[in-house]
Nanobody
Framework: VQLVESGGGSVQAGGSLKLSCTYS????????MGWYRQAPGKERELVAS???????KYADSVKGRFTVSRDNAKNTVYLQMNSLKSGDTALYFC??????????WGQGTQVTVS
């Protein structure tokens, strides 16, 4: 398993969660990382991305509430989620693509906002 997400759970609306994605391949330190989510009956969507130069991008629905960051010393990418809404309920995945173009996905972590 190359990517492992953690930190999901159940939280009330307005609360916060911090997701972690730990990667096992050292070379992922030089790869952009993305956080995606998929709610029941909906397509998977990109929530946030982080390039190696530090550039971030967010879906309009989470701008100002979510923050993506990484700690290469810990081989971990984070997604800080604040002011959570019921619409944020979904299975959250981290993903990356290596220099050869191969994609890697974690197994996902469930976030439920009530």
């Amino acid at each position: 398993v190359q990517l492992v997400e953690s930190g999901g759970g159940s939280v009330q609306a307005g609360g916060s969660l911090k997701l972690s994605c730990t990667y096992s391949k050292y070379t992922f330190r030089r790869c952009a990382m993305g956080w995606y989510r998929q709610a029941p009956g909906k397509e998977r969507e990109l929530v946030a991305s982080l390039k190696t130069d530090g550039t971030t991008k967010y879906a309009d629905s989470v701008k100002g509430r979510f923050t993506v960051s990484r700690d290469n010393a810990k081989n971990t990418v984070y997604l800080q989620m604040n002011s959570l809404k019921s619409g944020d309920t979904a299975l959250y995945f981290c993903a990356t693509r290596d220099s050869a173009g191969a994609s890697y996905w974690g197994q996902g972590t469930q976030v439920t906002v009530s």
